[in-house]
Structure formats: structure tokens, C-alpha cells
């Protein structure tokens, strides 16, 4: 199955499996042709060889037959038999004429001894015992002619084979033979006759074998007599056993030969015929070489072709598989592949089509991935954003960089007016942008024209295209010569149109329309998001804008970060205690806005570590108590996405605990002084063991008296402050006589002997409305203070004069003053300055605060002005506060 799918999937194998399906049929056909041919040649030259040994040997037995009649006619002569040498010589001699292949005719004696011959030269074997010869052996019991085996007769000195007859007499007796002795060498010419007609066939042979197994005939007649062992094969046998047929076998010297036999079986003697095979069967010989070369040419062409297929087509085929594959995967292509795909490329060819063809193929994906990667990028950056005017400018930034252009416009329906004006724009000037207004009908300009036509319109040159006619001075003014207005396909958002302008002549090319469309589709997107985001966030963004004002506005400094420690968001408070610019807490990390607050380096963990604890900052030259409260912020499945800090300021609280303290310790001192002096007078009175005169106890009982008054102011401040405090202060506003208000503040304060006090008030001055025994407290407080540090020999001076819109109250004394650093703070509840003369007088720190707190009642101020020598504190009274509701 496997070998299958090879087969299907390779080529080369496909075309060899076609090229030997058309090529076996004519392979066969011809091998076919060539056995049956190749047979039918053989079994001719066969059957001719045959045929030859055939005719041979019936003519030799033809001629042996002759010798042996003739034998046999001589043994029936008298003058034979009687052994009449005349008459016998007169016989033999005719024999001898008229068989020229005879050369000896003779006759033995039956004791075998040589009795006449004849010729009777020029050897004379006369009286020779010739009865060992086989002839004579034979010729003893036989009563029929025989031919003898083939030998060298020593009469004639040449090789022959005889023929004899053996003589009987009447009453049957042997009484000799007569004999003809045959020459080979006559046989042997016949031999070389036979062969001359066959032409000069080389190594074409015939012999003929005497039943011994002799060489008889030999057209060489070298061979004459040479047993035939030594110069044939064993198939000799064959022939003298009286069979006749052909055989291919080997000759003695090893080389093939056609050997065909037949018997001359009168005499027991065979003639063969042979001739090497080349000879014999040159012709099937050439065929089947001709069958050979044919077979070797189709494998060699089949070789060669699917050799030449391989390394033209299919290789270079097969290796543009994967090349193919690498290039649709976008993959990179090895250095040696490419080099050779390069080299194929070259070919000029169908494959070096192909190749070409796919490595712009290459080239053309490459630039699209690369298109579609900036697309990609640029979308990217495009959406990342949901501010419309970040979207919008985005888009130009980004065409600037796909086309590489300088002048971009993005105009849009401005829907209140009605008409279109650009929305934001890349390198063009500002009068042009300002000025630039659209009618939606305009039929000159390419955004509306692309708008109505919903596709992109471009005008390649606005010199020379006449719908650019009454547009021209803008673009010389401008400075471009190529227009290309692509509309976005906009829903929600009003119809907008992106400009692209060329200072030079330009045809937008197809890729760079299709390109700029891609990313027109992406823009659309972003705008229609950025205005849906818009419209839907106005809500939340409202919202977000009463918590973002809620978290700005609360007292305490909050910071959020991300879970890297990067802040997210940090409220004014936390700027202020930072000492920074709110932009400067944006993206860094919370350990350097808490560095900055606690004016150390503190790396988070130490800072959560402190987890509650409380420390002082100086914020804008003031101390600040803040707790710090770290925590962590988890979203809905209560998994932490952050951190967060609030810094509490407690300054108030740690405030108000001092004041709370102060309250206690001063009040129950200043309770206390009076109380004492209360109980002991009154004890002193009550005493029965002692009488006290009338004087006395008046003396006592107004002591009382006095100190009692002092509790009650003190609990009035209290309750005063209280009141200032909570808010319930309400005033009942009168007109007010300023002098006699100011008379009996001072009569309140009880003023020393000693003192010189004065009041001056500006002549003219205008009603004063004001809650007439607040103003006095104010003013008693005020002298009050000017008695306690200045002395009971101090000049006190009160002065009214109008200042604006309101009066100003001045108490003035020559004390010790007030330092103008402690200008401020003295107005605070229980602050009193830390010198002895403070410590030595009594006082809870009260008077002024309260004095503050009348004032602001009043709508008015009180403040310190500075003096060489002694205090001045000033107060000022709105005019006109009747008037108020
Ligand atoms: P008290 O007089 O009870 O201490 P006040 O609020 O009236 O509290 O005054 C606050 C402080 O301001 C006083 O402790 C004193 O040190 C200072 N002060 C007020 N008035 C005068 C003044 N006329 N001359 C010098 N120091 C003054």
C-alpha cells in the first residue's frame, strides 16, 4: 500500500511506469520476433548442413560402391583368378584408365604374400606378406566385397583406402583377393570442391571418417589418416554408429562450432561438416543483436529521459514543495535553498516560469504580511484610544507614516452649521484649516465629491484636472498638486472624509488606495467607538467627575496605586502634604510621594509596617498630625488589584484633645482661685468663735461677691465660646451708642486707680448697628487684657474711627506688647503666650478667641497691629448691618 502511494505520489516513477507500459509490448514483440527467427535460421542452416553431409556421403558411397563392383568384377576374371599375369595386367590397366581415383590394382595370394600389381612401379611390394592387413583378415570370411580401413599403401606411397574382393575357387576355396587400392586424395579434392562452392565460408570443414575413426577425406590432406580424436569432438561416434544430425558444441581448441553428421553406412563411415557458429549462424547472430542494441537503446533512452525528467522537472519540482510551503507559511527560506531556487530561476524554461512566478509570489506576500502587519500596528494604535481628538490625531500621525505623506486633513459635518470643516489636520496651515468650509452639495471638492460617491476619489493633478478648476489658488496657495479624499464610512459619528495631499503630481496607485481603505475601515471603528464612548461615558463620566471632586475635596490625602507600587491616583490633599504638583504624582512610585511627606526614603513595606501609626509633617511652614492607614483594594471577587493609602489629618482632633486638656486644667483653675476665696470668706464669716465687726464683714461679703462676679464671667466666656463654637451665636442687632458702649466695657473691666484711660471717636461717624452686649464683652475683654499686661498704671486708650464700609475699634496700651510672630496664634481658644508676666496673671486663654468670634459674628476682623511699645488690637464693624436680612 505504502509502495503504492510512492508510486501515486512520485512522477518520475509515473512516467517510467508509462514510458516501459508503451516500450514492453515492442520489447517482447521484437525478443519474440528474435526466438522465432532466430529458430527458424538455425533449423535451415541445420537442415542445408544436413542436406550437404547428406549428398557426400551418398556420393562417396556411390563411388565406394563403383570401386566394389568393379572388385567384384575382377574376382570373376579367369585371368584373376588363374593368376594369368598378362591377361590380369591387361585388366588392371583398364580399370586403371578408367577409374583416374585408383591408383593400384592387385592381387594376394591366399596366404596373403603380394602376387602381381599393377602399375608394377616404381615401388614392387611384389612377394610382401600383406596378410596382417584387416582387408585380408576380413576378406578370409567373407564371400562379398569390403572396403579396408584407410592407410598408406607402401607401394604407392599414398594414402588410400581399398577396395577388395576375396577370390574363391569353384569348390569355395580362399585362393587371394583383388584389390583397388582408392586414393583419399581424389576423395579429399572432391571434398575441397564442394567447399570451394560454398564460397570462402571461413573454417567451413568436411570430412569424411573411416569406420576406424581415420580421417579418409580432408580438403586438407595434411589431416589424411589422423585418427579423428584428435581433431574432433566426441561427436564423431555418432556418425560411424550410422546416425545422422547437428550439434553445437565445442571444438578442441574451445571455440563453438556447428557440427552436422551423416553415415556413409555401406562402409560404417561417417562424414561430418562443421563450421564455426558465428559463420553458420551470422545472421540470427546480427538479429539478435540487431533485438540487442534495440532493447539496450529503449532502457538507454528510458534511462536517459527519465534521468534528464528527474533532474530538470521533477527535482526541481519537488524541491519547490516545501519552498512553496515555507513561502505560504510565511516562513524563513534557507540561504542554500534560495540560492538554488535563484539558480532555477534563471531558466528560461517553464519550471524558470514557475519558479519566478512563485518568488513573486514570495515577494508579494512578504509586502502584504508587511502591509497587514503596519495596518495591524497602526489599528493598533489608532483604538487604543477612546478621546476623540486623541483617535483623530492619531490617524494622521499614523497615514503620515503608511503613505509617507505630509499634509493630511480629516474633514467633518460640523452638524450645527451644517456644512463641513476639518476636524484636525497634518502639516497644512492654519489658514487654511480655519478657513476651509464645505457645503455638502460642493461639486469641486474631492471629500464631498468622495462622500457622495462613497468610494475614494483622487485628482492627480489639480493643475491640469478641470473638476479641480475653481479649487486651484487654494492649492498653489496651499502647495500641493494630487488630491486624495477617501470617506469613512461613519454611523454614528457625523460623515468625515480623510485628505490626503501631494506637494508633487501623483497617481495614487490601486495598492495605496486599497491600503489607505484598509485603514480608513479601522478608523471609522476608532471614531465611531471614541464618539459612542463619548456619548454613552457622559453619565459615568459625570460620575466620575462628583467622585473625582468628592475624593479632591476630602480632608484627608488618598493614594492609590497598582500592585506594583505605581501610583494610579493621588487626591489635592495628598499634593499638598507632598509638597508637589498634582502632574508630578502621576506615574511614579508611592514610596517617593511618601518619601516626600515624611521627608525620609521609605520603601512601602517599611511603610505598611507602620501599619496606623501617627506622625507629624510640617505642611507649608505648620505641624500636621496625620495617621496613615494603609489598605489593600480588591476588586468584586475580593481578589487585591492594588493599594491604597489615606492619610488622615488629625491635626484638629490632636487640637482639640490639647484644648480639651486645656479646658480641664484652666477652668479648674480659674474655678478654683475664686471658689477658694468664696469658701474662705464665707467659712470666715460663718466661724462662731470669732465676731467680725460690720466693716469687716461687709469687706468679706464683697470679696465674696466680687469673686462670685468672676466665676460668672468666666462661665459666660464659656458659654460664649460654646455658643461661638456650635454656631447658635444669634445676635440681636441694634443701633448703638459707640461711647457709651465702650464706657461700660471699660467699668466691666474695672479699670485700676491708677490707670489713664481716654476714648476718641472720629467726629461724623454713621449709626452703628451691632448687638450691643456683645460689642461690650469684646471691648471689656480687650481692656481687660490691656489692665492684665500693661499694668495697673497703664494709659488705655479706646479709638473709633470709620475705615471703608465699617468702624474700627482700637484698644490701646503701652504694656509689654505682643511679638509679631504670636500675632495670630494669641486669637486661638486657651493659647496664652508662655512668658512670666502670662504665667503670673491669671486667664484662660479665652478673651480673645472670644473676642474673635463676636467680631466674625459681626461680619468684621480683629487683628494685632504692630507698635513700637505696647499692643494695639483692632477690631472692625461692618456699617450697614441692619440692612442685612
Ligand atoms: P488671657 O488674657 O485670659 O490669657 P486672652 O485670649 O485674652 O487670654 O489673651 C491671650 C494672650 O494674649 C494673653 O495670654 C497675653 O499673653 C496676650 N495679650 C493679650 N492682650 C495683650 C495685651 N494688651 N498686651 C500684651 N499681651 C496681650
Known amino acids: 500500500m505504502r509502495k503504492w502511494l510512492t508510486f501515486y505520489r512520485d512522477l518520475g516513477l509515473q512516467l517510467l511506469a508509462f514510458y516501459l507500459l508503451l516500450i514492453i509490448p515492442f520489447l517482447v514483440t521484437l525478443l519474440v520476433f528474435d526466438r522465432l527467427v532466430g529458430a527458424r535460421i538455425r533449423a535451415d542452416v541445420e537442415a542445408n548442413d544436413i542436406a550437404l553431409a547428406r549428398a557426400i556421403a551418398l556420393e562417396t558411397d556411390i563411388a565406394i560402391g563403383d570401386s566394389l563392383k568393379t572388385v567384384q568384377q575382377l574376382s570373376s576374371y579367369e585371368s584373376v583368378i588363374g593368376m594369368d599375369r598378362e591377361k590380369m595386367g591387361e585388366v588392371f590397366s583398364i580399370v586403371l584408365s578408367a577409374r583416374p581415383d585408383v ?15 599393377f602399375p608394377t612401379g616404381p615401388e614392387s611390394t611384389v612377394g610382401v606378406d600383406f596378410s596382417f592387413r584387416d582387408y585380408y583378415q576380413n576378406a578370409l570370411i567373407s564371400n562379398i566385397p569390403l572396403i579396408s580401413e584407410g592407410r598408406i599403401s607402401p607401394t604407392t606411397q599414398q594414402a588410400v583406402a581399398t577396395a577388395v574382393m576375396p577370390i574363391r575357387s569353384a569348390s569355395g576355396e580362399f585362393v587371394g583377393l583383388v584389390g583397388t587400392n582408392i586414393k583419399l586424395e581424389s576423395l579429399s579434392k572432391t571434398l575441397a570442391a564442394i567447399i570451394a562452392e560454398h564460397g570462402s565460408e571461413e573454417g567451413f570443414e568436411i570430412l569424411i571418417l573411416d569406420a576406424s575413426g581415420q580421417v579418409i577425406a580432408h580438403p586438407d590432406t595434411a589431416f589424411l589418416l589422423k585418427p579423428a580424436n584428435e581433431i574432433l569432438p566426441e561427436i564423431y561416434t555418432q556418425a560411424l554408429a550410422g546416425k545422422s544430425g547437428s550439434i553445437v558444441t565445442s571444438d578442441l581448441n574451445g571455440g563453438q562450432r556447428l557440427y552436422t553428421y551423416a553415415p556413409i553406412p555401406s562402409v560404417g563411415w561417417g562424414v561430418i561438416i562443421s563450421r564455426p557458429t558465428e559463420n553458420a549462424f551470422a545472421t540470427r547472430i546480427i538479429l539478435q543483436r540487431i533485438t540487442q542494441i534495440a532493447v539496450g537503446t529503449f532502457i538507454l533512452i528510458g534511462l536517459a529521459f527519465w534521468g534528464i525528467l528527474s ?10 514543495a516545501p519552498i512553496s510551503e515555507a513561502i505560504g507559511l510565511n516562513q524563513q527560506i534557507e540561504p542554500s535553498q534560495r540560492k538554488r531556487i535563484e539558480k532555477l530561476s534563471r531558466r528560461a524554461d517553464q519550471i524558470g516560469n514557475l519558479i519566478r512566478s512563485i518568488l513573486r509570489m514570495e515577494n508579494s506576500i512578504a509586502e502584504r ?22 483617535v483623530l490625531s492619531r490617524i494622521l500621525e499614523q497615514v503620515a507614516r503608511l503613505l509617507n505623506v505630509q499634509m493630511i486633513a480629516i474633514i467633518a459635518l460640523d452638524v450645527e452649521r451644517g456644512e463641513f470643516r476639518v476636524r484636525a ?15 455638502p452639495s460642493e461639486p469641486s471638492s474631492v471629500s464631498m465629491r468622495a462622500l457622495r460617491a462613497r468610494e475614494p476619489i483622487q485628482v492627480s493633478d489639480t493643475e491640469t484636472d478641470p473638476s479641480y478648476k475653481p479649487r486651484r489658488e487654494r492649492a498653489q496657495a496651499e502647495g500641493y498638486r494630487a488630491v486624495l479624499g477617501v470617506p469613512l464610512n461613519t454611523k454614528h459619528a457625523p460623515p ?17 488606495i486599497q491600503l489607505l481603505s484598509s485603514f480608513a475601515n479601522q478608523a471609522t471603528m476608532a471614531i465611531e467607538n471614541a464618539i459612542l464612548f463619548e456619548r454613552s461615558d457622559a453619565r459615568l463620566q459625570e460620575q466620575t467627575r462628583r467622585l473625582e471632586a468628592l475624593v479632591q475635596s476630602m480632608e484627608d490625602g488618598l493614594i492609590l496605586s497598582d500592585l506594583k507600587g505605581m501610583v494610579i491616583y493621588a487626591n489635592r490633599r495628598v499634593a499638598e502634604f507632598a509638597n508637589l504638583a498634582s502632574e508630578d504624582m502621576a506615574n511614579i512610585q508611592v514610596e517617593k510621594i511618601i518619601s516626600h511627606i515624611l521627608g525620609e526614603e521609605m520603601d512601602f513595606e517599611n511603610f505598611r509596617s507602620l501599619k496606623k501609626s501617627e506622625i507629624v509633617v510640617m505642611v507649608a511652614g505648620r505641624p500636621l498630625n496625620l495617621r496613615f492607614e494603609t489598605f489593600d483594594v480588591t476588586d468584586g471577587k475580593e481578589t487585591i488589584i492594588g493599594r491604597g493609602v489615606i492619610l488622615h489629618d488629625i491635626t484638629a482632633d490632636r487640637e482639640l484633645d490639647r484644648m480639651k486638656s486645656n479646658l480641664i486644667s484652666t477652668v479648674s483653675h480659674e474655678l ?17 468663735d470669732v465676731e467680725w465687726d460690720v466693716k469687716s464683714q461687709r469687706e468679706f461679703l464683697s470679696i465674696i461677691s466680687d469673686e462670685t462676679d468672676r466665676l460668672t464671667g468666666l462661665v459666660n466666656n464659656l458659654l460664649d465660646l460654646s455658643r461661638i463654637e456650635s454656631g447658635s451665636l444669634r445676635l440681636s442687632l441694634e443701633k448703638c451708642d459707640i461711647e457709651e458702649v465702650i464706657r461700660r466695657g471699660a467699668s466691666q473691666a474695672r479699670l485700676g486707680s491708677g490707670n489713664k484711660f481716654q476714648i476718641k471717636i ?26 492684665k499686661y500693661a499694668g495697673e498704671t497703664a494709659a488705655i486708650e479706646v479709638q473709633v474711627s470709620r475705615q471703608g464700609d465699617a468702624i474700627i475699634f482700637r484698644v490701646i496700651d503701652d504694656g509689654i506688647g505682643i511679638p509679631p510672630e504670636k500675632s495670630e496664634r494669641i486669637f486661638e481658644r486657651f493659647y496664652r503666650l508662655d512668658d512670666s508676666l ?21 461680619k468684621g476682623e480683629i487683628w494685632v497691629e504692630q507698635m513700637n511699645t505696647g499692643a494695639r488690637i483692632a477690631f472692625s464693624i461692618p456699617l450697614g448691618l441692619d440692612e442685612q436680612p
Open 672 to 688: 478654683r482661685t475664686p471658689l477658694a476665696a468664696i469658701k474662705g470668706y464665707a467659712s470666715t464669716l460663718l466661724a462662731e
Open 369 to 390: 504580511m508587511k502591509e497587514q502587519a503596519t495596518l495591524l500596528e497602526i489599528s493598533a494604535a489608532v483604538v487604543s484610544s477612546l478621546d476623540l481628538s486623541v
Open 425 to 439: 489636520s497634518h502639516g497644512l496651515s492654519q489658514g487654511f484649516t480655519e478657513q476651509l468650509s464645505l457645503q
Open 762 to 787: 472720629e467726629a461724623g461717624l454713621p449709626a452703628l448697628y451691632a448687638d450691643v452686649p456683645r460689642l461690650e464683652t469684646i471691648l471689656r475683654n480687650l481692656i481687660e487684657n490691656s489692665i
Open 311 to 320: 533532474w530538470r522537472v521533477i527535482n526541481p519540482i519537488e524541491r519547490l
Open 496 to 512: 468625515t472624509c480623510l485628505l490626503i495631499f501631494n506637494p508633487e503630481p501623483h497617481e495614487f496607485s490601486e495598492n495605496e
Open 103 to 117: 591408383n593400384l590394382v592387385y592381387r594376394l595370394g591366399a596366404n596373403g604374400v603380394m602376387l602381381y600389381h
Open 838 to 858: 502670662a504665667r503670673v496673671t491669671s486667664g484662660a486663654g479665652l478673651g480673645l478667641a472670644i473676642c474673635q468670634g463676636l467680631v466674625r459674628a459681626h
